[in-house]
């Protein structure tokens, strides 16, 4: 009997808790209920600029540009070689407040929100917008030069509030974590661009080097054949980080590898290890990049 008693009293306080969630929500008049409405009139494969400008934080600025134009990225770890102006591939890269590839996910999830569409609208001459995290705006989102204020979530059915041009709009609370990084998150996680040509790699312990088509290496020991050269070489073109970092400086860093992309500088990485991860540094940009253990057993051989 009592088992029953403290099942009665959960649920009258389980359903006290949704009384009080549905009546601490603002009651509000919707415009043209059953209409959808459109977030901006662009499609997501016109944004060619993304802006967001969280509370008190430096504006991050994405740029989608060809990548023919993407020398201002080229000292970047993703940036783009050479050989892509010879195509019209497309790429995003951060502008500010650094200056690198950017995350082409990240930022192809954020400018997909340009079409994205509610079927819930107010006017927000009618609402208290700081009520919903409007005024002033949890997140600032410019695509191109249309401007959307980002707000507050509605728990009750997983919505959450953005404003534009004088309108509410209420959207499935899908994107919040694509807009709510540090500058870090949004910077590309692949330590080369797809097209880079890597001809050589320089670690502790060996080196290998492309010349005139075909791979040589030394000491002699360091490989049994060809193909494992090439197939390490496939390795750290492919490489991608778990979690992109400003630069700590604080780790014990080590000059281990030096890797030569065809008509570019080379690029110097260092090595660190940190709570049973492995990073690699990249003092020239001030970024560091996480590897799991058996991506840096990988790519380092005999020095892990």
């Known amino acids: 009997m009592r088992k029953t008693w403290i099942k009665l009293l959960s649920a009258v306080l389980v359903m006290a808790a949704l009384t009080a969630l549905v009546l601490s929500e603002p009651q509000l008049t919707q415009d043209?209920?059953?209409?959808s409405f459109k977030l901006t009139t662009l499609s997501p494969n016109e944004v060619v600029s993304i802006t967001l400008t969280q509370a008190?934080?430096?504006p991050i600025t994405l740029k989608r540009v060809a990548a023919s134009q993407s020398t201002s990225a080229q000292t970047s770890p993703a940036s783009?070689?050479?050989?892509?102006?010879?195509n019209n591939t497309q790429i995003w890269l951060m502008t500010a407040p650094l200056s690198a590839r950017a995350n082409p996910v990240r930022a192809a999830a954020i400018a997909s929100l340009a079409g994205a569409l509610s079927n819930i609208a107010y006017d927000s001459t009618d609402l208290e917008l700081a009520k919903f995290g409007l005024v002033p705006p949890k997140i600032q989102l410019t695509l191109n030069d249309i401007v959307?204020?980002?707000?507050?979530?509605?728990e009750?059915?997983?919505?959450r509030y953005l404003m534009r041009d004088g309108q509410v709009l209420l959207m499935q609370d899908r994107f919040y974590h694509h807009l709510n990084k540090s500058p870090p998150g949004y910077i590309d996680p692949a330590l080369f661009a797809d097209d880079a040509k890597l001809i050589a790699i320089h670690t502790d312990s060996f080196e290998a080097r492309m010349s005139e088509g075909s791979w040589t290496w030394q000491p002699a020991s360091a490989f049994k054949s060809a193909d494992e050269v090439?197939?390490?070489a496939a390795q750290w073109r492919l490489a991608s980080a778990?979690?992109?970092r400003m630069m700590d400086y604080q780790l014990q860093w080590s000059d281990t590898v030096r890797v030569e992309i065809q008509g570019r500088p080379p690029i110097r990485l260092m090595l660190a290890r940190d709570n049973n991860r492995t990073w690699l540094g990249r003092p020239d940009t001030d970024l560091q990049y996480a590897l799991t253990q058996q991506r840096a057993r990988t790519l380092l051989r005999q020095q892990m």
Do not use: H, M, Y
């Open 230 to 232: 090439v197939a390490l």
């Open 148 to 154: 959307i204020a980002i707000g507050a979530r509605q």
């Open 242 to 244: 778990t979690e992109v």
């Open 80 to 86: 783009a070689d050479s050989a892509a102006a010879a």
């Open 56 to 58: 008190n934080k430096a």
């Open 156 to 159: 009750l059915d997983d919505l």
């Open 32 to 35: 043209s209920p059953g209409q």
